[in-house]
């Protein structure tokens, strides 16, 4: 079978992927800056790198998974002027918000999640460490990172610099250079604040990904401090720039043996941005569609490409994933044999080549297909039956879609109240067939009908689904 080929970022290209140290492997991705709510670009970054998790796992590696979040940026502090509440407050609001999006994208547990908050002792030793080189320099307004001391600066990205980069950080003729980036802020007026030997104030940003990579998850001996780097495409530069040269600079080991981003989302053909107001916040979203159904979306397209979001391309998709579930419940109940060998290498072949999503699908397209005609034909074909409930388990696994009941993923956007009165129904006909009072039964059913359920009786009791 083909091995694992990823794109890397900085060779431009795909690579066949080694890890660094037998089958273990590293990964950091870059999380979220915890103010708000999640919106489709966070969506996008977690799905990609999820699925890049389960293919790994599938490939037999043990993986350590590694996502940070952000909880102290000019933003968070903004949201506490404005809300005049705790940066605690906020950040643990905005965190749990996130972890319940995520879960409901089916994303795997991330292995650590550390916090830029807890972790200040450790970049503000990589900031010392830098200063003592005289790479990093104290000024009035914070400690900065001299990149004319790096050699390699924008060997990542393969640029140096550019107007908008420069522009991100506040002009200050004091820099030695106008590309030198902030590694300590100090304090302000109504700012948030911590003690260092420098001064009072807080982390710049691309120090915390550096520092925690440092403590949490680098090889101390090895060339590489991790095995893969990732996050979306925006941070390529100056984010990911940045932090490799703060790692090459004060360990002389470079950060990541890979750079992996994914592509950003679009809206009806816009970049989604809060300044152009087309951010769709994924909590709006999941009103309307499952997660499931969000997450088959996303991945319609591989991770690198630029992903135009439209609830009409979005309704299609979803057809497409009820064409699965309804051949799940043609197997409903029955136990799992194994997985078609043909199937499982040519979909594992097909994610081992930079995690292709759309051929990955088109295969499952395909056996779908085929595994339906059989069944029209041969009804009774148990030996095919219990080989699909392998399948759905193992597309399950390794892409974290059909993991869901056949019969509960029809019933997505049904209150609470109404699933009650619907099983209350059912317990009553059920309970009218043990009295063979079946004229009863009958008319509950029609009654059932008539709220356009659909009701089947099954070795394994009554199961319904929305019609």
Not at 120 to 142: P, Q, R, T, V
Not at 144 to 151: A, M, Q
Not at 287 to 305: D, H, I, N, P
Not at 335 to 363: C, G, R, Y
Request: charged share 30%; hydrophobic share 35%; with cysteine.
């Amino acid at each position: 079978m083909k091995k694992l080929t990823i794109f890397d970022s900085v060779k431009k290209e795909k690579v066949l992927f080694e890890a660094i140290e037998g089958l273990d492997v590293k990964v950091y991705i870059c999380g979220p800056t915890v103010y708000d709510d999640s919106h489709l670009g966070h969506a996008r970054s977690a799905i990609s790198f999820d699925l890049l998790h389960r293919v790994l796992k599938a490939n037999g590696y043990n993986v350590i998974m590694t996502k940070n979040f952000t909880d102290i940026d000019d933003k968070i502090i903004k949201k506490m002027h404005e809300t005049n509440r705790s940066l605690e407050d906020i950040t643990s609001e905005y965190i749990n918000a996130y972890k319940k999006d995520m879960s409901t994208l089916n994303i795997l547990p991330n292995s650590l999640e550390p916090k830029a908050t807890q972790n200040l002792e450790y970049m503000i030793e990589m900031i010392e460490n830098l200063m003592e080189k005289d790479i990093a320099y104290k000024i009035s307004d914070g400690v900065y990172f001299d990149v004319s001391k790096d050699e390699t600066y924008g060997s990542l990205s393969h640029r140096a610099s550019d107007e908008n980069s420069i522009a991100r950080v506040e002009s200050n003729t004091q820099k030695r250079n106008p590309s030198d980036f902030a590694l300590w802020k100090f304090e302000k007026a109504n700012d948030v604040a911590y003690e260092s030997p420098f001064g009072k104030g807080r982390p710049g940003w691309h120090i915390e990904c550096s520092a925690m990579i440092k403590k949490h998850l680098a090889y101390k001996d090895k060339e590489y401090q991790i095995d893969i780097h990732g996050g979306g495409a925006d941070l390529l530069f100056p984010h990911h720039e940045n932090e490799a040269a703060q790692t090459r600079c004060s360990s002389n080991q470079s950060l990541a043996k890979y750079w992996m981003h994914n592509g950003f989302v679009t809206i009806d053909g816009e970049k989604m941005s809060k300044s152009l107001g087309n951010s769709f916040f994924l909590k709006d979203i999941l009103k309307s569609y499952s997660g499931e159904v969000v997450r088959f979306y996303l991945l319609t397209a591989q991770y690198r490409a630029n992903f135009n979001f439209n609830e009409e391309d979005l309704i299609s998709s979803k057809k497409r994933l009820d064409k699965l579930y309804r051949l799940k419940k043609r197997v409903y109940g029955l136990e799992a044999s194994s997985v078609n060998n043909q199937f499982k290498t040519s979909l594992l072949e097909a994610l081992n080549d930079d995690l292709n999503t759309p051929k990955a699908i088109s295969i499952i397209d395909e056996y779908i297909n085929k595994a339906n005609e059989t069944l029209d034909k041969e009804p009774k074909n148990k030996n095919l039956k219990k080989e699909l409930v392998a399948m759905f388990n193992f597309i399950s696994d390794i892409l974290g879609i059909g993991f869901e009941d056949a019969y509960k993923y029809f019933q997505f956007g049904i209150g609470e109240d109404e699933i009650k009165e619907i099983e209350n129904l059912i317990e009553k006909r059920t309970q009218a067939k043990s009295n063979k009072d079946f004229e009863t039964a009958d008319k509950i059913r029609e009654e059932i009908n008539s709220k356009g359920v659909s009701i089947m009786d099954t070795p394994n009791g009554v199961v319904w689904e929305r019609v």
